[in-house]
């Protein structure tokens, strides 16, 4: 557990480097599958390992940190799979990964890593969760099947940092399936950050970039104090934004009304607001890139949003780390709610870790690492 939690810290915090080098496709394939082939064995489970032909003999990525990944993936498949299988495949993709996902898209050529199985599966409202730290599917499974439920939070991680990202789709009762995608040679992560951003930035409030020409609804970024309720409405349409805007006000929100994408990033960056109400159709980009973009940064992540959209897809916002989404144009009272709910999820909520370590240096560690 121990060193799973300071893996994940480190990843997190940015202080893992990666070593890229050159691998042969079968012999990662062979390295990794091999432990797992006299599981299946011994519980006669089908494995299936599938390498495309069309891809070439290797690619260029951290070999540790991609085994990992896959040992990870290939464990829980084996751990959820009663009886059936589970298949390995290596794939050159061409689609599949989050649209305009700044490495893949640009990536020449990508590769999918794919582990399929026959398993329980994993409910739709699981799905975005279970990608936490400490989050398994509901309560039964560390008693049923042990584990802590690091090994998404970490793959996850690993992924960002190789420069791609795991996707997942499953149907309960019939099987899971995890995909990641990773470029076939290694140009760099996902997010590019400046290392030292533990301190809380200022808040430059003038130097944000205005549109010009724009009209633009008034907000409180003058005016917001540490320890205020903050949402941020992002929303091209000035008279939807301002209806939004004066509802979270009566409910004694301040807040902030961006326009267009970049523009949200920039402010989401600045001011950390407690809650982000989010537009699919802006001017520069699409609500999607906005959102993954605020995922894939550990400093705003935790922030929850809220989609607002006439856009029915509500399986791709909550696939994307959506926290709740609703259709538009909505009754001012269904606004009021989702805005209530919206900022309720972002109190603070105790959780509870039972630490269960008997050398007392680690215990201490372990406090330290997860307050
Ligand atoms: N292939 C799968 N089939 C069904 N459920 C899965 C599958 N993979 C993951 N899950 C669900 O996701 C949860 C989180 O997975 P994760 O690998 O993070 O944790 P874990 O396997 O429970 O513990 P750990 O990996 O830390 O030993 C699991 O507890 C399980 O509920
Ligand atoms: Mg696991």
């Known amino acids: 557990l121990i060193s799973d939690i300071l893996d994940l810290s480190k990843i997190e915090s940015g202080t893992v480097s990666v070593d890229a080098e050159e691998i042969y496709f079968q012999n990662l394939v062979d390295r990794v599958a091999r432990p797992f082939q006299h599981e299946a064995e011994n519980r006669s489970l089908d494995f299936g390992v599938v390498l495309d032909p069309t891809l070439g003999r290797s690619l260029v990525t951290d070999s540790k940190r991609l085994q990992q990944v896959l040992k990870n993936l290939l464990s829980n498949a084996f751990k959820f799979t009663e009886n059936g299988g ?8 061409d689609s599949g990964w989050s649209q305009g996902h700044p490495v893949l898209s640009q990536a020449p050529m990508v590769v999918a890593f794919r582990v399929s199985d026959t398993g329980i599966g994993i409910p739709l409202e699981k799905q975005r969760i279970i990608f936490e730290a400490f989050q ?36 309960p009762g019939e099987g899971s399936s995890f995909t990641l995608y990773l470029p076939l040679a290694y140009s760099g992560a996902v997010t590019a950050r400046p290392q030292n951003q533990m301190a809380r930035p200022e808040r430059p409030g003038i130097q944000l970039q205005r549109p010009p020409a724009v009209e633009r609804v008034p907000d409180d970024r003058d005016t917001i104090e540490d320890g205020d309720d903050v949402l941020m409405i992002v929303e091209d349409d000035t008279h939807y934004a301002r209806i ?37 159709f802006l001017p520069d980009m699409l609500g999607w890139t906005v959102l993954s973009r605020l995922k894939q940064d550990p400093q705003l ?26 259709s538009k ?11 209530n709910r919206v ?29």
């Open 86 to 93: 589970v298949r390995l495949e290596v794939v050159a993709a």
């Open 136 to 171: 398994q599917a509901d309560a039964s499974t560390s008693r049923r099947y042990g584990g802590t439920g690091l090994g998404l939070a970490i793959s996850r991680e690993l992924a960002t940092l190789l420069g791609g990202e795991i996707h997942l789709r499953s149907v």
């Open 244 to 280: 939004v805007a004066n509802l979270a006000k009566e409910q004694g929100l301040k807040v902030l009304v961006a326009h267009t994408g970049g523009e949200a990033l920039e402010m989401a960056k600045n001011f950390r607001p407690t809650a982000i109400s989010l537009d699919v």
């Open 301 to 326: 992540r935790h922030i929850p949003v809220q989609m607002l959209t006439l856009d029915e897809d509500r399986q791709h916002g909550l696939a994307r780390g959506a926290f709740d989404f609703i």
């Open 329 to 339: 144009p909505t009754e001012a009272n269904d606004l009021s709610g989702a805005i």
């Open 343 to 371: 900022m309720e999820y972002s109190k603070p909520r105790k959780r509870r870790l039972l630490v269960v370590e008997d050398d007392p240096a680690e215990r201490l560690s372990i406090r330290e690492l997860i307050h």
